[in-house]
């Protein structure tokens, strides 16, 4: 990751951290809460798209979409902060298992789950 990407994460983080304690609203962001929170808004996110096509839901939704979406994240962010790892490298960590689970040679151009791939 360039320093430059590391830099804007980091802004990202202390902008949201910011406007959370101006408000005095750590009090209430334990763990089990945000991730409530993130599961709600990934609910509403998802209210956008129903029982439309993508291409419909983006036309006609796009702006709520993209409030949505970064709610999301903003309560990703926050739950990192309250859990105390990095999130830039959780999601690393992550791709890391990823590339384990699903190699290129066996994944490429499937949907198949991991434990359907062919051994």
């Given amino acids: 990751m360039l320093e430059n990407e590391v830099l804007i994460l980091r802004e990202l983080q202390r902008r949201i951290i910011e406007f959370r304690d101006e408000r005095d609203w750590k009090k209430f962001h334990n763990p089990k809460d945000?991730?409530?929170?993130?599961s709600i808004e990934a609910g509403e996110l998802l209210e956008n798209f129903q029982w439309k096509s993508s291409e419909e839901a983006i036309e006609s939704r796009l702006e709520n979409i993209k409030d949505?979406?970064?709610?999301?994240?903003?309560y990703a962010f926050l739950l990192s902060d309250a859990l105390?790892?990095?999130?830039?490298q959780i999601v690393f960590d992550k791709i890391k298992k990823n590339e384990e689970k699903y190699p290129i040679e066996k994944s490429f151009g499937s949907t198949k789950k991991y434990n359907e791939l062919e051994k």
């Fill in 34 to 38: 945000l991730a409530i929170s993130l």
């Fill in 84 to 88: 105390g790892v990095d999130l830039k």
């Fill in 68 to 74: 949505e979406l970064a709610d999301v994240v903003i």
